[in-house]
């Protein structure tokens, strides 16, 4: 995958601030990290060309050239969100994190160890406020991520931020469902 913009982060909390930043844009975050030894936090976005999507990955660097890197078989993978812009809504195509769930169905070599659960939690919730914050900015009303009927993940992993599942079922996959978050337009200052 060839990405588009590869910034550098120095642990997980600064990631998730900047990721929870209402008008956050990474073409268009300009704050520079010293290149010191030590394990880094690279967030790479790609807009492959002649799609409408956006694919999203993170993974742990600890070289300078560790910021390339082979998407889910490097052993460093961390999270991956991809996501297409819709006419009146955000469709979540993929949402994945490095945790105890991704660990259960994974069994190559992992060089690093999986988020606990606190911090899968705050990884996940920041990832939402990002999609929330990209919906505001393009006005849209929603985002839609499609879940498995039995909502496993989804009571784990949307549910808990505002999701809600809906009936509607899956145009691919009669197995799974629609969920949904409504997302509240951005106050403008004269309101508040």
């Known amino acids: 995958m060839i990405f588009n913009k590869i910034v550098l982060f120095t642990c ?8 929870k930043q209402p008008v956050f844009s990474l073409p268009n975050y300009t704050k520079t990290l010293s290149f010191k030894c030590g394990e880094k936090i ?6 492959p060309s002649n ?5 999203i990955r993170m993974w742990y660097a600890n070289t300078y050239f560790g910021i390339w890197h082979d998407d889910f078989d490097s052993g460093k993978f961390l999270a991956a969100l991809d996501y297409r812009v819709c006419d009146d809504h955000i469709k979540i195509d993929y949402m994945n994190l490095y945790d105890q769930e991704y660990v ?6 992992r060089e690093t160890e999986h988020l606990n659960t606190q911090r899968a939690a705050e990884l996940n919730h920041a ?3 990002y999609i929330a914050n990209q919906a505001r900015a393009m006005k849209k009303p929603k985002v839609i991520v499609d879940v498995h009927q039995n909502l496993r ?3 784990n992993y949307y549910k808990p931020y505002g999701f809600f599942a809906t009936e509607r079922r899956c145009s691919d996959n009669p197995y799974w469902v629609e969920a949904e978050l409504v997302v509240e337009p951005q106050k403008s200052p004269d309101t508040i």
């Not at 259960?104 to 070599?109: E, G, K, L, S, V």
Request: cysteine-free; proline content about 0%.
């Open 12 to 19: 997980l909390r600064e990631l998730n601030r900047v990721l």
């Open 42 to 47: 690279a967030f790479g976005i790609s807009h």
């Open 51 to 55: 799609s409408d999507r956006t694919l």
């Open 104 to 109: 259960r169905y994974q069994t190559h070599y």
């Open 127 to 129: 990832m939402l406020d």
């Open 153 to 155: 993940i989804f009571d």
